[in-house]
């Protein structure tokens, strides 16, 4: 009895010093699907990490950027991963929020990673968050409505001929708009598109001295094409649709095209969701006439470490795991390789069994290779950044412009309002920020 | 003269009345429908006949553990409304029974405090639990819930306790009644109606309460609220599952007031005719 009592005591107490081992970090993170996916895979993790716990906190994108900056501005501590873009990583690393990723193992084959997805991540040749996944934009289209409107998509296509096809295909008794284009007002939601398709018209969002370029004819041009387009070939209250809903009206085949983040190629070539799929072609982010120009969108979504942390270690071989190669591997055994997380890694675009599973794979890295964040524009810029400009106060002035090209779409006000308002936005908020003088 | 009320002003009133209150509903019942449906159907278009499939209630368990959270929306609830009630109680009744020359300026003061959008205080609120370490815990959101709802909770109370005459009071301490059983044993049973409403009434805005909820918690102390929050997706359309997540939040506290309707509406229109 004695003895059994004494195993049982030692039993109970090894039990407890194990549990008291086990550390457990707390990872920030959206609910994109391939995020959901990493949730559920996170066995494999624990398996080869016994003493590393996971504690997940799944917040809306918005609340989520709110959160974690607040907590790391305060050290709060609260997070050891987060999940951020590659707009915050540069602007954290320099105020020193967050760790430098500089133990992620032997085998992570950092070199691996696409050019230009690890230069927005990389600080003073330190790398600060590891890429999740990446994507540009494209254009997705129905290549029945066009071979209908008589036309072909050309390798290269220019926006004019971008405005022709949509008018072409436009069919509203029919219930088909030419193009879906984001309307709602927000700086990664209409001004992610208009700042890509403004880059691609040969315009900037300053000059080499930070004066705002909003009355210069670049912008005038975008604004009133993309107005004029919308009107002639865009859905019904197209000022309300950002990403999602542009994708339901293309699952749905309300539109003819749609340009957009190469993400949503996955979407609506998945069968199941999609009543398209099958019927999509893909084509490179269109330019103006005669600029060599194709937007410059790259965005990734990233898994970084705040400064604040107490579990540094745990946390980067959690974020090594997530980000390897062998995690694409697990995703591609798990769940087939069209849902391996896209846009990160070079190795993945030369996966034979990649390229098979998903025929996006070859427009998606041509996307992504042709983004330069250090050039968004043909003209000389003080920023990086290419659907956004990387500056703290980006996000506030991104969104009050937005909403004022929101309602230009919307007809509340005309394009040369929408620009003046804009300008005026821009100098004074470029003035507070002591970049203008 | 009083107003004969017709049999045909009754139906009239009465279908205005359904029509509204279903207007109101709608938005609920249309989510509740949503939740039956699998994610293509519930991004077809309009369709009020679901396929009747479970599957989003199951991804939506296996993928965040709805009962973690469930029990901190009632901890948190409960809590903060015994905690808002131990302090308003009295308040109200000093308030109530002895009124000063400021009593109407604490009170308007104490509301006024409402007014103040709540970013405005986050930054220095949240340093404060981060020194207090009461980030992501129970009784920090406790006690910060209760703090929110004070200034209504006192104002309700106060309204009910002016209801309730002075003499009776008067009564029981020339009865020999000490202060704390004029208030327990004469008082409180008296105001039964009115701080059954009131305690209803918190415990639903506690329940619902989503911006310090959410921005002061993290694993521990996460309510329903940050279970609904965390089925949002930038990319992707899961509208089953987000439908799913807000039903199972707000069917707890739907059942809650359909069964104490009758209470809320008595409490809420306690004094209002005399």
Redesign the interface.
């Known amino acids: 009895m004695k003895l059994r009592t004494l195993v049982l005591g030692l039993c109970s107490a090894s039990a407890f010093a194990f549990a008291a081992q086990a550390e457990s970090i ?1 990872i ?1 993170t ?4 391939d995020m ?1 996916r990493m ?1 559920k895979l996170t066995d494999d993790f624990t398996k080869k990490n016994p003493d590393i716990q996971l ?1 997940w ?5 918005n ?1 989520l950027r ?2 974690v900056t ?2 790391i ?7 050891d991963v987060i999940t951020i873009g590659n707009y915050e990583v540069p602007i954290w690393a320099k105020q020193n929020w967050l760790l430098a990723l500089d133990n992620l193992g032997a085998d992570y084959d950092v070199d691996d990673l696409l050019p230009a997805i690890r230069g927005g991540l990389t600080v003073d040749g330190k790398l600060y968050a590891a890429p999740f996944y990446g994507e540009s934009a494209m254009i997705m289209y129905r290549t029945d409505l066009m071979e209908k409107a008589g036309l072909k998509m050309p390798d290269k296509p220019t926006w004019e001929f971008i405005g022709d096809a949509a008018r072409k295909m436009t069919d509203r008794a029919a219930g088909i708009n030419g193009i879906c284009l984001r309307g709602k007002a927000g700086w ?1 939601e209409n001004m992610a598109f208009l700042t890509a398709m403004d880059n691609s018209f040969g315009g900037r969002w300053f000059d080499e001295k930070w004066k705002p370029q909003f009355d210069q004819p670049e912008w005038k041009d975008t604004l009133d094409f993309y107005v004029k387009l919308m009107k002639d070939a865009g859905p019904e209250g197209a000022s309300s649709n950002g ?2 809903e542009n ?2 009206l293309f ?2 085949g309300k539109c003819g095209m749609w340009i957009d ?1 190469t ?2 190629a996955s ?1 609506v070539s998945d069968p ?2 999609s009543t398209v799929a099958g019927k999509v072609g893909y084509a490179i982010f269109p330019n103006k006439e005669g600029v060599d120009n194709h937007g410059n969108w790259l965005w990734s979504w990233n898994l970084a470490i705040p400064a604040s942390s107490q579990k540094a270690a745990a946390a980067e071989k959690f974020v090594s795991w997530a980000t390897s190669k062998g995690y694409t591997d697990l995703v591609a055994s798990k769940e087939g390789w069209a849902s391996a997380p896209p846009g990160t890694r070079t190795s993945l675009y030369k996966n034979a069994d990649y390229q098979k599973a998903a025929p996006f794979a070859g427009p998606t890295l041509a996307a992504m290779n042709a983004a330069d964040i250090t050039k968004p524009s043909v003209k000389p810029v003080p920023y990086t950044g290419g659907q956004f400009v990387a500056i703290p106060e980006f996000q506030g002035l991104g969104t009050t412009v937005g909403q004022l090209f929101s309602a230009a779409l919307a007809g509340q006000s005309s394009v040369d309002d929408a620009l003046k308002q804009a300008q005026d936005a821009a100098t004074a908020s470029m003035q507070e920020g002591g970049y203008l003088q | 003269m009083a107003r004969a009320v017709t049999t045909r002003h009754k139906t009239i009133a009465t279908i205005a009345a359904w029509i509204v209150a279903l207007l109101i509903f709608f938005p609920i019942l249309y989510t509740i429908i949503t939740s039956f449906k699998s994610e293509q159907e519930a991004i077809a278009g309009f369709n009020l006949i679901p396929s009747g499939t479970l599957e989003s209630y199951a991804a939506v368990e296996a993928q965040s553990g709805y009962f973690k959270f469930f029990l901190n929306s009632v901890i948190l609830s409960l809590g903060s409304t015994v905690l808002a009630l131990i302090v308003s109680v009295p308040a109200a009744w000093a308030m109530a029974f002895s009124p000063t020359k400021r009593t109407k300026d604490i009170l308007m003061w104490m509301l006024s405090t409402k007014m103040m959008p709540a970013v405005a205080v986050l930054f220095p609120i949240y340093l404060l639990f981060r020194d207090a370490g009461l980030l992501d815990s129970r009784i920090g959101l406790t006690v910060m819930l209760m703090l929110i709802n004070l200034p209504i909770v006192v104002w309700m109370l106060y309204t009910y306790f002016r209801e309730i005459p002075g003499e009776i009071l008067e009564a029981a301490r020339m009865d020999g009644a000490t202060l704390w059983g004029e208030i327990v044993y004469v008082l409180t049973p008296m105001a039964v109606p009115g701080i059954a409403s009131t305690m209803l009434l918190n415990i639903i805005l506690a329940w619902n309460e989503a911006f310090w909820t959410i921005r002061l918690t993290t694993i521990n102390a996460a309510p329903l609220t940050a279970f609904i929050s965390s089925f949002s997706s930038p990319q992707g359309l899961f509208w089953a599952k987000l439908s799913a997540a807000s039903t199972l939040a707000i069917a707890p506290i739907l059942i809650m007031g359909w069964f104490s309707q009758k209470q809320l509406v008595r409490g809420l229109t306690f004094g209002a005719v005399k």
């Open positions: 707390t920030a959206v609910n994109n699907g959901i949730q504690n906190v799944t917040l809306e994108e609340v709110e959160r607040t907590d501005a305060t050290k709060g501590g609260q997070y990664g990403f999602n994708l339901t699952q749905q983040a993400v949503a979407f199941k969701n």
